[in-house]
């Protein structure tokens, strides 16, 4: 449903997609955004199928997203709202929230902040497979609906702080499992590599409270990348990506915070 501008499509969470703390995870998140922003572009004949055929390539650059501390059960629904709010000479920019479903006597509109499971910004680029180069958005001005409407205080490029000395480091060869469609490691399992650096101790007491990823270089099956992780003066926690030749194909900078007290089990039950 797009409504002034802004695209909705409502899920239903699977197991796979909820930590111990019957919350959406990472990955999930990123999916389901992702998936919005691919229904979105269909009905605008702009998917990744309808622009192969000129040679050319969604990709995605960077995300920012913050987390709340929203419960979100097995088999719930929630809706991805999102919404172009940006468009430059290469980039356009998708801004979005998921929210948990509201009560069916409430429209959307009205829900309340303690609702929102999370929120943030997105850069894509369109690639040109011939050239390896990005195109203008000029085929896209009269196709896709501006809506000037900021989830982060600005979409200036986030800069990565310089990494101290690294608290851990492990390799990962990537396997068929890492690929996406066209052959890459998906942006996804990016993610889910350098989120296995994180210390036990810190999983055990804290939650993911935002997530800031810059993807830099595609890289293919049987690829080994090294990830590090060290902290930041702000206390944010830096995974860098190197492939074998040692250059970084993919940033993140994750914020973590004492995590709130699990649901009631019994609630998980009798709901």
């Known amino acids: 449903m797009i409504t002034q501008g802004k695209y909705r499509h409502t899920y239903t969470s699977t197991a796979s997609d909820i930590t111990p703390l019957y919350r ?65 000479s290469l980039r356009i920019y998708c801004d979005f929230r998921i929210l948990r479903a509201a009560p069916s006597a409430l429209p959307l509109a009205d829900e309340k902040n303690d609702m929102l499971i999370a929120s943030g910004t997105s850069q894509w680029n369109i690639l040109n497979l011939d050239t390896k180069r990005l195109e203008t958005t000029d085929f896209l001005a009269d196709r896709l609906t501006v809506v000037p409407e900021l989830m982060t205080a600005s979409h200036k490029k986030v800069r990565f702080p310089k990494p101290q000395p690294a608290l851990m480091q492990m390799q990962h060869r990537a396997t068929r499992l890492d690929l996406d469609f066209n052959f890459h490691v998906s942006n996804r399992s990016y993610v889910s590599i350098a989120l296995l650096t994180m210390p036990e101790e810190v999983l055990a007491t804290q939650m993911l409270t935002s997530l800031t990823v810059h993807w830099l270089h ?54």
């Open 24 to 88: 959406l995870t990472p990955n999930a998140l990123l999916m389901y955004f992702q998936d919005s922003f691919a229904r979105l572009m269909t009905r605008h004949r702009l998917a990744a199928f309808d622009i192969v055929g000129q040679r050319r390539m969604w990709v995605i650059t960077e995300v920012q997203m913050d987390i709340q501390p929203t419960v979100t059960f097995w088999s719930e629904d929630f809706t991805v709202e999102l919404w172009v709010s940006e468009l430059t």
């Open 218 to 271: 595609e890289t293919y099956l049987d690829d080994t990348l090294t990830c590090s992780l060290s902290r930041t003066d702000d206390g944010s926690y830096l995974h860098s990506l190197t492939n074998a030749e040692g250059v970084v194909v993919c940033q993140l900078l994750s914020r973590w915070q004492q995590q709130p007290d699990a649901p009631d089990i019994s609630e998980v039950i009798n709901r």
